[in-house]
C-alpha cells in the first residue's frame, strides 16, 4: 500500500505544527501545508492528495467557500474532506454534510487521537 497524503489547511501556525507532527509520526503519512484557503485550492490541484483535512475558520476564504470551489472542479471534487475546526455544531455539521465531508474533528482535538480519528474517518 502507497503512503497515504494528506493536505492540511489550516491559518494558525501552532494547529499547523502539531497536525503535522501527529500525521508524520503517528500515521506515517506525507504531509503538504497551506496557510489559507487559496493556497490550499492551489496545493489540491498540483499535488491530488488522498485527503483534505480542512478548517472552516479563516481569512480571505473560509473553510466552506474552499469547499464549494473544490466541489465544483472535476479534477479534485472526489478528494475526501474532513473537517478540523471549532465549528461543530449541528447546524455547521449540516452544511459539511451537503458538501460532502466526511466527518467533523472538533477544536480542540486530543493529538494523540487525531491520526486514529483520521483513519477512521477515511476508512483507511
Request: charged letters at 20%; aromatic letters at 4%.
Amino acid at each position: 500500500m502507497s503512503q497515504k497524503h494528506i493536505l492540511l489547511i489550516d491559518d494558525e501556525e501552532h494547529i499547523r505544527t502539531v497536525v503535522q507532527a501527529c500525521l508524520v509520526n503517528l500515521g506515517g503519512w506525507t504531509v503538504s501545508i497551506a496557510e489559507s484557503g487559496p493556497q490550499g485550492l492551489v496545493i489540491a490541484k498540483q499535488e491530488h492528495p488522498d485527503a483534505i483535512l480542512l478548517d472552516y475558520m479563516m481569512p480571505e476564504m473560509d473553510g466552506i467557500m474552499l469547499l464549494r470551489e473544490l466541489r465544483q472542479d472535476k479534477t479534485i471534487q472526489s478528494i475526501p474532506v474532513v473537517m478540523l475546526t471549532a465549528r461543530a455544531q449541528l447546524n455547521d455539521q449540516l452544511e459539511y454534510a451537503e458538501l460532502d465531508v466526511l466527518g467533523v474533528i472538533s477544536k480542540p482535538f486530543e493529538p494523540q487521537l487525531l491520526t486514529a480519528q483520521v483513519a477512521n474517518m477515511l476508512g483507511w
